[in-house]
């Protein structure tokens, strides 16, 4: 696996047997020293601190122990760290990509014709009782944005049940699940019969829950059907039409509230969020729930013209994933990516959804272990 390893004072230099190459800066080495003195045995957390290493860190020493082991010495405390080579491959900084399961690069984006073939409902029984199952329906929030549920029982509260498989409900003003359905007099457009707009939920809340979940009790009105549109899709569009519409709404921070008698919840975030590496990580869009606009005056027009841009794109037909939710299905979502809508119904028959949020680390932690869990045992990791 190893070459050639050579180093100079502040840089550890391997040639690796396929011709690839890392380098190494001596207190990037020091600091992710294997070694019992530097981290915990039981937890692999670090037991240093960068600030402890003296200024005038350096390699003084590369003894090759192994075919796939290296011993560093450091300059001037003389610390040793020893190093599998297979380690350094898999972390080193020269040939691996952070990781990132929340940007745009770790997505499947998609529109309403890649669902032509129909949707699939997992079976909740089979998801509660296979862990393979489990793993895949929770695999397509993370890729697509979402997962269907079917046959989940039409009971109130059944919803948390689902949350709690995955991860921690996130309780918030309206309580642990909130009941959509027609009521006089809302406090929220969602709770009346009015076809709603493509939205993400809750973008005055700081930080915004990042699961919804819908669970439908009762679906016997004409209409209400549920529409989900790929935020970061839409997005991707704006940058590919109109780069400089998308720059609008990244580079320009809006303030979102949301108020009634005994709230008022307020933020202030981008509509469309990236990443340090300028890929998309998060969208906002939600017109019931902006605040007053507040922008320098020579970017209002300019901003204007931005955002009607995207909210077209949102609407346009060939994005929206129409579908009807019936007494049973479950739909799970990012609420950082996945608008959803529903259109009108009338006030005759019973319409009737519970809702709930949650949070995506516990949903992809969930993942990860299941992931881990159920993987092949011919499948090592890669090297
Ligand atoms: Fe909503």
Redesign the pocket.
């Known amino acids: 696996m190893l070459n050639e390893v050579r180093f100079v004072p502040d840089e550890l230099v391997i040639e690796w047997a396929d011709g690839e190459q890392s380098g190494f800066y001596a207190l990037w080495l020091r600091d992710h020293c294997q070694m019992s003195a530097s981290r915990h045995s039981a937890n692999g957390q670090r037991l240093i601190n960068v600030s402890d290493f003296p200024e005038s860190l350096s390699i003084g020493q590369v003894n090759r122990l192994s075919e796939d082991r290296l011993e560093v010495v450091f300059e001037p405390d003389g610390h040793r760290s020893i190093f599998e080579a297979q380690w350094l491959r898999r972390h080193c900084y020269t040939l691996n990509e952070p990781w990132d399961d929340r940007s745009e690069s770790a997505k499947t984006l998609w529109q309403a014709d890649c669902f032509s073939g129909g949707l699939v409902r997992t079976d909740y029984d089979e998801y509660g009782h296979s862990r393979e199952v489990r793993r895949d329906c929770l695999q397509s929030v993370q890729t697509l944005g979402f997962a269907l549920l079917g046959n989940v029982p039409c009971e109130s509260g059944a919803v948390l049940d689902v949350i709690r498989s995955f991860g921690f409900v996130r309780e918030t003003n309206y309580g642990e699940l909130f009941d959509v359905r027609s009521v006089v007099d809302p406090n929220n457009l ?1 709770f009346s019969n009015l076809g ?1 707009g493509c ?1 993400a ?1 809750n973008p005055y809340r700081d930080p915004v829950p990042t699961v ?1 979940l819908l669970h439908c009790l009762a679906s016997s009105t004409e209409g209400g059907d549920s529409i989900l549109v790929d935020g970061f899709r839409a997005a991707a569009i704006l940058r590919e039409e109109a780069p400089e519409d998308f720059e609008l709404l990244t580079g320009h921070y809006l303030n979102y509230r949301f108020q009634d008698a005994s709230t008022d919840l307020r933020s202030r975030v981008p509509m469309i969020e990236l990443d340090d590496r300028g890929r998309i990580t998060k969208v906002r869009y939600n017109n019931r729930s902006i605040d007053t606009i507040l922008l320098p005056p020579a970017v209002i027009k300019p901003f204007y013209r931005a955002y009607r841009h995207y909210a077209r794109i949102l609407e346009r037909p060939e994005l929206k994933l129409t579908f009807r939710l019936n007494p049973g299905d479950l739909m799970v979502f990012d609420n950082t990516r996945i608008m ?1 809508a529903r259109t009108g119904y009338q006030a005759g028959g019973e319409r009737h959804l519970q809702g709930a949020y949650a949070d995506l680390d516990g949903l992809y932690s969930t993942l990860a272990v299941l992931q881990r869990e159920t993987r092949p045992a011919a499948i090592g990791r890669a090297s």
Request: charged share 15%; net charge negative.
């Open positions: 969602a709603l939205h939920d919804q959803h």
